[in-house]
Every structure is written in C-alpha cells, then in structure tokens.
C-alpha cells in the first residue's frame, strides 16, 4: 500500500510518522514543493530577531534523517499540481519535470498561504510574508546587513506582532499597523490594551483602525500609504493580513471545501474515497455555532496528523489502534511580547453576542503567585461562561508571569466540559513561588459558583456611563486610592468603614441603585454582601474594579468616561 503525503511540515509530516510508527510495510512518499521539510514555523520571528542564532536550529528534520530513522521517501522540491481521484494519482512538478504518482492513500496537508492583496504596490520587492525559511533568511539578512533602518508591519495578529518586536529587537524602527480597532483583534480590547501599552514600551508604534491602501515606491524604499493619506516610510514591509488554505490545485480536483477549506470528517476522510485532509487547509467546526472555519494553529495540525495516520492504519488492518475522532479545536492560542504574555481560548464577546448564547463574564487581577512571596505581578483574565448553565466559553489574559498556564488549565477545562463551579475542585499544584493555594483558576471557580447562585450580582465597565446617569457610584478602597483617580460623583467609604457609615450610604442614593466598585472586586464583593444584607435592594459589583475601568478606556470599550483626580 502507498501513502503519499503532500505537504511535509506539521500535518504531512506527523502523519507519515505516526504512519510509519503503525505500519511497518507501508510505502510512505511525502512530497513537499520548498526545499525543507519539518521546520519550524512558529520559530521564524525568533530567527529574525536574533534570539534563535543560527538557521540550523529552524530545521527539526532532513529528509536523510527521516530515511534513516523512519523509512520515509521524502522528497523537497516537488509541488504537486494536479489529482485525478478516479485514477488515484497526483501529478507531480519538480527540477526534473513532470511525473505521475500513483497513490492508494493520498493525505492532504498542503497548509495555508499568506493574503496578498491585489492593491496597488504590494508587489513590491520590499514587501515580504513570513511564511517559510526563505522568507526567514531572506529578512534576517536585510535587517543585519543595515539595509533595514524602518519597517512597517502590516496586521497586528499573534504573527504580525513576533515579527514586529523581531524587527525592533534587531533596532528596526517598527510601525504596525491593523485595520481592526486594536491590536491582536482576537481578544478583548481590554487585554489588547495592555498589549498595545507595552508595545509601546519597546519602542513599536501602532496604528489602528485603518487599512494601507497602496504601496508606492520612495528612492530604495517604499511608503506604505493609509486609507487616511498618511505616509509610513519602510525600508521592509512585512505582510501579515492573514492566511487562506492553499487548496486551489484540490478543489479543482473535486474536493469539498467551504469558504476554501477542505471538507473533512472526524477521521479527517474527504469527499472522495482514499483522500485524507488536516491543517491549516481544513475546516473545523467552531464549538458554538458549528460553523465552519478554518483554525490555523500548530496543535490541531499536529494532531490531524496523528488521527489520519491512525484511520489509514486501522483501514488497512495493521494495527488495533483505538478510532479517535478530530476534537473542534478551541483555538487556544498564546503569544509573547516584550515582558507580556497574552492568551486565549474558546470563544471571545464577539463571538458570544453574534452567537445569541447568553453569558456572564468575569474579570479578575490575581497574583501570579502568593503575594507574600517576592517577584508576584498580576494576571488580568476575563472568563466567560454560558448563564444557563455555567458551561465554560472562552478565557483569555494578560501579564507577565503564569499566563499560559491557567488558559491551558481553563482550555483542558472546557475541553472536559466542566462549569464554572467545576474549576473550585481542580487540584492544582502549588507552593508559593508558583501559585497560590487558591489558584487563580480555581477563583473564578469560586467567582463563578456566587455569580450563578446570585450571591454576587455584576455590573460592567462598559455601562459605566449609564450607571452614572442612574446610579449611586459607591467607591469602597482606601482614601489615597480615591484620590489617585475616582469616576464622577463616586460617594468613598473605604469597605472597612462601610459597617458605621450605612447611613451615608442611604443618604447619598436617595433611592438610587448602588453599584459598588473598588480596585479589583475584591473589597467590593465584600461591601456588596454588606449592603445586600442591609437590605439595600438594588446593589451590583463591578467585575474587575478600577483596574477593568482603566482596560476598558485603554481598549476603547468607553472613551466618554473621565477619571477625576
Ligand atoms: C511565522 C509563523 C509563526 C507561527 N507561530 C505559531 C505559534 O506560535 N503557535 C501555533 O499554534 N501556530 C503557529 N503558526 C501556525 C502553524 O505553523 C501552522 O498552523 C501549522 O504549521 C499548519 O500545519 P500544516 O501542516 O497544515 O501546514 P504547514 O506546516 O504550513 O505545511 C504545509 C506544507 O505544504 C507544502 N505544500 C503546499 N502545497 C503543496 C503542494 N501542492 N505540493 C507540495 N507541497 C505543498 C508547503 O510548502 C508547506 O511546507 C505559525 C506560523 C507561521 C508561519
């Protein structure tokens, strides 16, 4: 039985392993069109910046090594250009012409291409994807050799952002520039903020909310010219925009796609018998609405790999291997920049609210470890949650330590379907240069749990400026605190003293709702329960305190709202 593979990096190449692995007598030919195979992708920013010093540790495999340790026929340089399903063979171009292979399975990962838009200068021989090796070396040399004083980065996305700090990590002066409202438009405004802030930081520049129109050449350079006339000059354009599955040469062969991405069961089978699909060129069902859309992240491909390697094998009767199915991935995702990590997974409000689910979200600063123990920074997370049930939807944060950890802890909790409450009982590690014995994970748990059973009852920063229309703004911390910045006509009574001074509490309402704030929602969940049982009837917290107030201004959430000093 021959397998070939078309396309040897993540999906290709992980299949024909785990391939291998189970089937010993299998004839396994990866064809992959640029000249290495196994690379690694998602270290190609790092590459350019200097942190990963030479090339050679871009390349994880050679098509000699995976001969020798594998029995793979892997051969770079050739492109596969044509199927004919009926006849089970690929047409093949190389250095040495055209060839037909014939195929008794045929496993597509030909992964994904980078959008070039068909404008005006995009051409140009400044503008580069960061894509593959070549585009990685290509840069890297420019860059070294000083012919790159200025760049412009277009598209603020996990790459776009690693490959602007690579360029003003090698002394690049760097401007990005994203169409959407902020950076990273994936998360919440209120982490892009953050994001964007230590951008600025390391020297990078953001423009946001408008889209380059064209590219037109200036001397040995180009200016990159906004939608709004103004002129960024570049030495090095970066384009970044995006991705669509590189599946032109199969959909003309009969195969499935949606929106461009390839059609594919659990088991990663195509429309047509003996062809298997995975990666960046497929569509995963989105775990809300089941829409289809492609998910272009490195583990799902990884896996697609494994589970299409596993059906071939089982189809063929060679190993005994258990039938997984391909999991909707979450798009879990995470990226680092300057001293910041941010994360993500599951679904974000924007997806939520065009989903109609209806949701509670959280917003919480913990310390990444015990606060005692010294080098403790906050974690800014944002957790929401379905409100009929308490199914956990997505998660995301932002900080500088022990980011990662907790969304992989709240993206293996959504994948087990757990509640919100559920995360009260994870055991987790701890002691005190890591953690805390109540994690941060395991406090929205506890968060949860009281907002489902309405012993605290929220409100948002986003309706700030209706609260301060309607409402008694009760602002519980410190004096000193006050002072440093306060909304509008908030009343001060720090939450120790809240207990003597419900009177003015009282007073200052007039009948009015309350709605209880302090730097985190910490102190403020305390003066709520105080408040509720002192029968004031009408009492919310804020989700997030102050800290959330100053996001959500940073992130453009409500830039009416002025913070009195
Ligand atoms: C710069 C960069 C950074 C990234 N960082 C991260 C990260 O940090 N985390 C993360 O999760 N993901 C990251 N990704 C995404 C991740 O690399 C991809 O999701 C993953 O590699 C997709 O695997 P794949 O096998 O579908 O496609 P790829 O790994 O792209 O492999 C596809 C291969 O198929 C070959 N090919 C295409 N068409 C043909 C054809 N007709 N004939 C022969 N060969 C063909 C291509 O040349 C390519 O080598 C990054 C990607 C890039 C480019």
Redesign the pocket.
């Known amino acids: 039985m021959r397998t070939v593979v078309?396309?040897?990096?993540?999906?290709?190449?992980s299949a024909a392993a785990r391939l291998r692995r189970l089937d010993e007598a299998a004839e396994i030919i990866v064809?992959?069109?640029?000249p290495?195979?196994s690379?690694a992708?998602?270290?190609?920013?790092y590459y350019v910046g200097g942190e990963i010093e030479n090339d050679s540790a871009l390349l994880v495999q050679t098509p000699e090594k995976l001969r020798a340790a594998l029995n793979l026929d892997v051969r770079t340089g050739?492109?596969?250009?044509g199927v004919d399903p009926e006849a089970k063979t690929v047409m093949v171009h190389s250095g040495d012409g055209e060839d037909v292979l014939h195929y008794d399975n045929l496993i597509l990962?030909?992964?994904?291409v980078a959008l070039r838009p068909d404008l005006p200068g995009f051409d140009s021989e400044q503008v580069w994807h960061?894509?593959?090796v070549p585009d990685?070396l290509e840069i890297r040399r420019r860059v070294v050799d000083g012919s790159v004083k200025q760049a412009v980065v277009l598209g603020a996305g996990?790459?776009g952002l690693?490959?602007a700090e690579a360029l003003g990590h090698q002394g690049v002066k760097t401007t990005i520039v994203e169409l959407a409202p902020h950076v990273l438009p994936p998360t919440e405004p209120e982490v892009a903020a953050r994001v964007t802030s230590e951008l600025h930081r390391l020297g990078l520049e953001t423009v946001t909310g408008v889209a380059a129109a064209s590219i037109e050449p200036s001397g040995d350079a180009v200016d990159v010219v906004l939608a709004d006339g103004r002129r960024l000059p570049a030495d090095l354009v970066i384009l970044s925009i995006g991705v669509r599955p590189?599946t032109t040469?199969f959909e003309a062969a009969g195969l499935e796609t949606e929106r461009g991405a390839l059609v594919v069961d659990v088991h990663g089978r195509t429309n047509l018998s003996g062809i298997w699909a995975?990666?960046?060129?497929?569509a995963s069902p989105d775990p809300l609405t089941g829409a289809l859309r492609p998910v272009?992240?490195?583990?799902?491909?990884?896996r697609?790999?494994r589970l299409i390697a596993d059906d071939i094998a089982r189809g063929a009767g060679t190993t005994r291997v258990q039938a997984r199915q391909f999991v909707a991935p979450l798009g879990t995702?995470?990226?680092r920049v300057g001293k910041l990590t941010a994360a993500m997974t599951g679904a974000n409000r924007r997806a939520l609210d065009a989903s109609g689910i209806d949701y509670h979200t959280v917003y919480t600063h913990p310390n990444d470890h015990a606060a005692y123990f010294p080098g403790a920074t906050q974690i800014h997370m944002v957790v929401h949650f379905s409100k009929a049930d308490g199914t956990l939807l997505g998660a995301q944060a932002v900080g500088e330590n022990g980011v990662e950890k907790r969304i992989d802890v709240l993206a293996t909790a959504m994948r087990g379907g757990l509640k919100v409450d559920d995360l009260i009982d994870l055991d987790l590690s701890y002691s005190p240069p890591y953690g805390s014995a109540k994690d941060p994970v395991n406090m929205i748990g506890y968060y949860g749990q009281n907002v489902m059973d309405g012993v605290t009852r929220l409100w948002y920063a986003s309706e700030i400026p209706e609260v301060l229309e309607t409402s008694l703004v009760l602002d519980v911390r410190s004096v000193s605190e006050f002072a440093s910045g306060h909304l509008e006509g908030a009343l001060n009574i720090p939450h120790t003293e809240l207990r003597a001074r419900l009177d003015e509490v009282r007073e200052a309402a007039g009948g009015r709702p309350v709605r209880v704030h302090c730097q985190s929602g910490v102190r403020s969940f305390l003066a709520e329960r105080i408040l509720v049982q002192e029968r004031f009837d009408d009492v919310r917290n804020l989700s997030g305190g102050m800290l959330t107030i100053r996001d959500a201004i940073a992130g453009g959430v409500i830039p009416e709202v002025e913070i009195i000093k």
């Open positions: 078309v396309g040897g990096v993540a999906t290709g190449m064809l992959e069109k640029g290495y195979v690379y992708n998602c270290g190609l920013p050739h492109e596969v250009v990962a030909p992964g994904a960061m894509r593959t990685a996990f790459i690693e490959a590189a040469v995975g990666g960046d060129a497929v272009p992240l490195a583990g799902p491909a990884n697609a790999g995702a995470v990226v």
